[in-house]
């Protein structure tokens, strides 16, 4: 995915709110910028950090930038935006790009399913079962080259985890995909301490045949695209 405009930089000086950040554009001046990320986000969001953030003249959205990468120590990326995940993982699956899944060759987004429940995208090919797949984005590190998640408690993930073990019950395949939007990372585990339920819920849809595959990221300013897979601790 390349960014498009190009990104400019700036300087962090406050998340909050969930989704606005207010950052110090290179010219001096302070602006607030969009932050499409309802986490915590711990260990991404150091006031005083560099920022990348794409600009956007639309007269009909009232923040004119979007905060897209942070800028960490020697030389890596991580990307904030929870939404770009989802976009590189379904040009990957046009493309074939991600073997455990190259054999589908129908994809849809945003398929509903079960109760009040969309998943990412639905997989479908002749001859073999159903496979829903399911997206999360990763950017929290917090020893060594670990990339965890999630960052706080997210009682949504945790029903998703559920959804998928129901899929596989019926007959169905089902993938939860863990993007690593840091180039800081080479494996990744779940983050029990910070929220029990959901490690629980991964445990149980892991012991159901839910499969579960992280993917690392290659980012640049220029833009984000998904990389080799990195190991998983176990699960449960």
């Not at 905060?67 to 976009?87: C, M, S, V, Y």
């Not at 960052?151 to 169905?172: F, I």
């Amino acid at each position: 995915m390349i960014f498009e405009p190009p990104l400019i930089r700036a300087t962090l000086i406050r998340r909050y709110n969930r989704f606005l950040a207010d950052v110090t554009l290179e010219d001096g001046s302070e602006v607030t910028a969009h932050c499409a990320n309802p986490g915590t986000m711990l260990s991404v969001n150091m006031p005083g950090s560099a920022v990348w953030l794409q600009r956007n003249d639309d007269p009909k959205r009232k923040l004119r930038y979007s905060w897209k990468l942070i800028e960490l120590d020697e030389g890596h990326f991580a990307g904030i935006d929870t939404g770009i995940p989802n976009i590189i993982v379904g040009d990957a699956l046009k493309a074939a790009r991600i073997p455990l899944l190259a054999a589908y060759g129908t994809i849809r987004a945003e398929v509903k399913y079960r109760e009040k429940s969309r998943v990412d995208f639905l997989l479908s090919e002749p001859d073999l079962p159903d496979c829903y797949v399911e997206v999360k984005n990763v950017h929290l590190r917090r020893e060594g080259t670990l990339a965890e998640f999630p960052d706080c408690v997210t009682k949504r993930g945790a029903k998703h985890m559920g959804d998928l073990a129901a899929m596989v019950e019926e007959g169905h395949r089902a993938v939860l995909i863990y993007v690593v939007q840091r180039t800081d990372c080479d494996h990744f585990a779940i983050s029990a301490d910070l929220d029990p339920g959901y490690a629980k819920a991964a445990a149980a849809a892991k012991a159901a045949g839910v499969e579960m595959l992280a993917l690392g990221t290659s980012i640049t300013v220029q833009g984000i695209t998904l990389a080799s897979p990195i190991s998983v601790r176990s699960v449960g």
